[in-house]
């Protein structure tokens, strides 16, 4: 355990907990599904509990789901750039970073005199399971 899940409240360990259980990217309301019984009642509260998780880097949000997912790299962060291969079949997700992807898209950037806040990449497709079978 890191420190920064040690500062984590109730609320935000239950939704962590969830999504690590899930392994796959699931949607507040997913989420919310499985903590009623433990008391969570409002989408609000997961929607908090997120962007906590989210700030800390333990979840990703996935933009084209609209679905949250546990973090799968403890330190993907340092890279400033994260990839992710959904698999529209079975719905596994692969987190990865890639430090040439990286250094070209930091090359654009400085090139456009763009300020990155923020990249990720969606990959949509077919697992190596699904596309075998
Ligand atoms: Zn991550
Ligand atoms: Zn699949």
Known sequence: MTSAQADLTR?????LRVLNEAGTPMSAYDIL?????SGMRAPLQV????????????????????AFVACSHAKCHDSGFIAF????SC?????FSDPEV????AAWTQRNSFRAAKTTIEIRGECSACAGA
């Open 33 to 37: 599904d499985r903590l009623r019984e």
């Open 91 to 95: 719905g596994n997700v692969s987190e």
């Open 102 to 105: 990286t250094s070209r898209l």
């Open 85 to 88: 291969a959904i698999c529209e």
């Open 11 to 15: 609320n935000q360990s239950l939704v």
């Open 47 to 66: 929607y908090r509990a997120l962007e906590k998780l989210i700030e800390h880097g333990n979840v990703h949000r996935l933009e084209s789901l609209n």
